[in-house]
Nanobody, 120 residues
Framework: QVQLVESGGGLVQAGGSLRLSCVAS????????MGWFRQAPGKERDFVGG???????SYADSEKGRFTISRDNAKNTLYLEMNDLKPEDTDVYYC??????????????WGQGTQVTVPS
């Protein structure tokens, strides 16, 4: 089973930037579609964005233009670069992995989450 370990969360002032990382192990990372999700306490986990095994990216409308997803296959690492952070970005952020699932992508593996806090 692939394991996902997240890091990079913390407290950032509004307008600031942060980069989250997710290191994967256990499978061939380059073959996975990867995604980022966010979840507030008591609410549903929402899609932030993803990057496919072949490099195509997608974003939720609320994050498009501020957030950038990338991957470094040599390091087995997924990144979420967040700019112009807002208080409403305060959430637990999770990375997830999909191995050869399509239409739609099914995320079978999840990280433990990392807290991002943007005070108002």
């Amino acid at each position: 089973q692939v394991q996902l370990v997240e890091s990079g969360g913390g407290l950032v002032q509004a307008g600031g930037s942060l980069r989250l990382s997710c290191v994967a192990s256990g499978r061939t990372f380059s073959l996975y579609t990867m995604g980022w999700f966010r979840q507030a306490p008591g609410k549903e986990r929402d899609f932030v964005g993803g990057v496919s095994w072949n490099g195509y990216t997608s974003y939720a409308d609320s994050e498009k233009g501020r957030f950038t997803i990338s991957r470094d296959n040599a390091k087995n690492t997924l990144y979420l670069e967040m700019n112009d952070l807002k208080p409403e970005d305060t959430d637990v952020y999770y990375c997830a992995a999909s191995y050869m699932t399509y239409n739609p992508v099914r995320y079978d593996y999840w990280g433990q989450g990392t807290q991002v806090t943007v005070p108002s």
